[in-house]
């Protein structure tokens, strides 16, 4: 079974770091994009940066200077490294991927099951 499972939330006070760590893992051939996602709550899920299977990244402007996307291949895996937090960063954190099935060559997205960063003031 394919999932994606996140590590590395927790409580930080402001202007500290975090890093996340999403592994996949399951029958895949290979990842194309993946992405980091966050929730506040009362608030839409929004998109917080993305990274393609060459290394292309796009992050949001509100964390733009201060969050790191990057990608480890053989290991399946994305991170999210995230420096002089603020409290407005308070949200679960998922993860997403377009994941290729082996065989049939299909993309498929997934989700994580969201990690809590919860930043102090």
């Known amino acids: 079974q394919v999932q994606l499972v996140e590590s590395g939330g927790g409580l930080v006070q402001a202007g500290g770091s975090l890093r996340l760590s999403c592994a996949a893992s399951g029958s895949i051939f290979s990842i194309n994009a993946m992405r980091w996602y966050r929730q506040a709550p009362g608030k839409q899920r929004e998109l917080v940066a993305g990274?393609?299977?060459?290394?292309?990244?796009n992050y949001a402007d509100s964390v733009k200077g201060r969050f790191t996307i990057s990608r480890d291949n053989a290991k399946k895996t994305v991170y999210l490294q995230m420096n002089s937090l603020k409290p407005e960063d308070t949200a679960v954190y998922y993860c997403?991927?377009?994941?290729?099935?082996?065989?049939?060559?299909?993309?498929?997205?997934?989700w994580g099951q969201g990690t809590q960063v919860t930043v102090s003031s």
């Open positions: 997403n991927a377009d994941l290729v099935s082996p065989g049939s060559w299909r993309v498929y997205n997934y």
């Open positions: 990274i393609t299977s060459g290394g292309s990244t």
